[in-house]
């Protein structure tokens, strides 16, 4: 009889615990079913925030015959041809131009300046090193495109 009773206890454990288990899969199971799934969808209908778009300000785009018109006053400056060399634009503000000219025959390169006044575009320098702060002073390039210049003693300034 005492192994009759001990069964008897074991299974009344073994019974709350199995219930004990099951309320408390059951109660993630709700929690997950009405909260859970709420909080998912909320997630995903929120709304994304709005990307900003940075709108940079930049130089009007030359037209070919300001282009062609910057080509010809650094060829003009270089006693140089189109057949001699190729100038290339880097910078154009509409009034200032800066680029590039590479000789067909030769091994390096050199950069150059030009300023557009009433006249039309005029190249200022051409060359390797710094302008001269003469050369560059009349017609106020920026000094971002300008930082240096030399000085009448050909020490280099900051602009």
């Known amino acids: 009889m005492a192994e009759t009773q001990n069964l008897t206890g074991n299974s009344w454990k073994i019974g709350f615990f199995t219930l004990l288990a099951f ?11 009405f909260w859970g799934k709420g909080m998912i969808l909320k997630t995903n209908l ?3 925030p709005t990307p900003t778009i940075k709108v940079e300000t930049t130089a009007p785009t030359p037209t ?3 282009t062609e018109a910057i080509k010809q006053a650094v060829f003009k ?3 140089l041809s189109a057949s001699q060399a190729e100038v290339s634009i880097n ?3 509409g009034q200032h131009a800066t680029g590039n000219i590479k000789e067909f025959e030769a ?3 050199a950069y150059w300046l030009a300023a557009k006044t009433p006249q039309g575009w005029v190249c200022v320098y051409d060359g390797q090193a710094n302008p001269t702060c003469e050369q560059i002073a009349p017609y106020s390039f920026p000094k971002d495109m300008v930082p ?3 000085d009448t003693n050909g020490k280099v300034m900051k602009r």
């Open 23 to 33: 309320l408390i899969i059951g109660a993630n199971v709700f929690v997950w079913f």
């Open 77 to 79: 400056k270089t006693g």
């Open 91 to 93: 910078k154009n503000t």
């Open 64 to 66: 070919v015959d300001e």
């Open 46 to 48: 929120a709304p994304s």
């Open 148 to 150: 240096e210049c030399l």
């Open 107 to 109: 091994v390096g390169g």
